[in-house]
């Protein structure tokens, strides 16, 4: 990707004609004019509010939504929920916040403003710049007392980071890539890996969000080449196993959730291309990518170091503004690589002896047989003065002590789960994650009435 000019302003899109593609809806396709058109009529239809809910469904409206904010100055929120509870929080926070929303109703409790019907129209100016300090968005983490944390992103941060993420999937404006996203663009790895890759790397974006497999496969066959699948390992997985005919791509992207060596490279050779998986945190976006299938080690993006500090390892340089401290545990093996061993939260110690529930649900689901799978450590459950993990897994075609044997060959007797259980599905969210609270009630029932430990 080719270095970008800080002389007058970054600029809001990296195409270098106006007719390119940004977006594509089924066959038609959207060009860089008609998207500046769309984000100056919108831009003269937002509410005075400073803060902006962009909860738009569609990712194109999503992405002109986002620009017309940053025209008109205003700043994006990007919680990781759009509960009530959430809501109230996110008003506290900014009380001139109004909600942008393509969806009708919306039952989310703020100002509303409803995407117009936006006419086509001619736009024949240069593309605008952005002051690279500008604050265009701030994007929460869950925070350890249960308020949001709101985390600063300014537009010269987004910029560098996605040049750094171009220049690792060796994407290029003039290969017009399109990307493909099966996570929401609200998401900080849909934001920044269907949107603002799309924006400020030259390519286009799918403009839905194809969910069941079937979907995938009709976006992916609508899009030209080169196209990117940007995915989670639960979709992934989902895709694999609808044993359906799959086009071939030309590139797959996974973050959310670990990945398993076995599963990239079942994807790799169904629809015949690299898979690379992401690493990073709403703190400081993306920092590195690993191949999966063929490696454990992650390599970090350009510019950036780790420097370990006692039981804490800090990153810091490239697009990173502010030296952060990771919330993982994590092992530096040369200057711009490392090994992932699970998030720090994610710590389990049993009888002294310590692994993550990021590795051990990595292990479970490796196993072959194994659809989907998820530990649980409980709050206050003990036996025998030691605590002892749960598990729910999706396997319809293993039974408890086959299980069983698999994961006693892939770790520790004293984390194997009491219970194991066994469900048809796991609650995950749109992004592929488990909300805690979900899956308790899940394991509640099914220790009821569908236990087959």
Not at 66 to 74: F, H, I, P, R
Not at 81 to 89: G, I, K, N, S
Not at 303 to 316: I, K, N, S, Y
Not at 360 to 368: G, R, S
Request: charged share 20%; net charge negative.
């Amino acid at each position: 990707m080719n270095s970008v000019s800080v002389a007058s302003g970054l600029p809001l899109l990296r195409h270098a004609s106006l007719n390119a593609p940004l977006a594509w809806r089924g066959d038609e396709r959207i060009s860089v004019a008609r998207f500046l058109s769309d984000v100056e009529q919108l831009a003269r239809a937002l509410p005075a509010g400073k803060h902006v809910l962009n909860v738009c469904a569609d990712r194109y409206r999503f992405a002109v939504g986002l620009a017309a904010s940053v025209m008109t100055g205003k700043i994006s929120l990007l919680p990781s929920t759009h509960t009530p509870e959430t809501v109230r929080q996110l008003l506290a926070f900014a009380p001139d916040v109004f909600c942008l929303t393509d969806t009708l109703p919306c039952d989310i409790e703020l100002p509303q403003c409803h995407y117009p019907q936006l006419p086509p129209a001619e736009f024949d100016g240069a593309i605008p710049l952005v002051d690279p300090a500008q604050c265009v968005a701030y994007v929460f983490t869950s925070g350890s007392t249960g308020t949001p944390l709101p985390h600063r992103k300014t537009w010269g941060s987004l910029v560098r980071n996605i040049a750094a993420e171009a220049d690792r999937l060796a994407l290029r404006a003039e290969d017009r890539f399109t990307l493909i996203g099966t996570v929401p663009p609200q998401h900080m790895y849909g934001f920044e890996s269907t949107v603002l890759l799309a924006m400020l790397g030259g390519g286009a974006m799918w403009a839905g969000r194809p969910f069941y497999p079937a979907d995938i496969v009709s976006a992916l066959e609508a899009s030209p080449h080169p196209r990117a699948l940007v995915s989670t390992p639960f979709h992934l997985r989902t895709l694999l196993g609808a044993g359906i005919a799959l086009p071939k791509a030309d590139l797959v992207l996974s973050a959310t959730a670990p990945l398993s060596g076995n599963l990239a490279a079942e994807i790799e050779t169904a629809l015949q291309c690299p898979l690379l998986e992401i690493y990073g945190c709403t703190e400081t976006g993306q920092l590195a990518t690993r191949s999966t299938a063929q490696t454990s080690e992650w390599q970090l993006f350009r510019g950036v170091t780790l420097v370990e500090e006692g039981d804490q390892v800090r990153a810091q340089g490239g697009h990173i503004d502010t030296p952060t401290v990771l919330n993982d545990i994590i092992e530096p093996v040369s200057a711009d690589r490392f090994l992932l061993h699970g998030r720090s939260a994610d710590l389990v110690n049993i009888a002294g002896k310590r692994s993550s529930l990021s590795y051990l649900n990595h292990q479970l689901n490796a196993i072959p047989g194994v659809v989907d799978g998820c530990f649980l450590m409980p709050d206050d459950e003990q036996v025998d003065g030691v605590t002892r993990l749960m598990a729910v897994v999706v396997a319809p075609t293993l039974d408890h002590a086959s299980l069983l044997h698999a994961l006693r060959e892939r770790i520790d007797p004293l984390f194997l789960p009491r219970p194991l259980l066994f469900a048809d599905a796991l609650p995950r969210n749109a992004t592929g994650k488990l909300p805690r609270a979900a899956l308790e009630t899940l394991i509640a029932q099914s220790r009821r009435g569908t236990d087959r430990s």
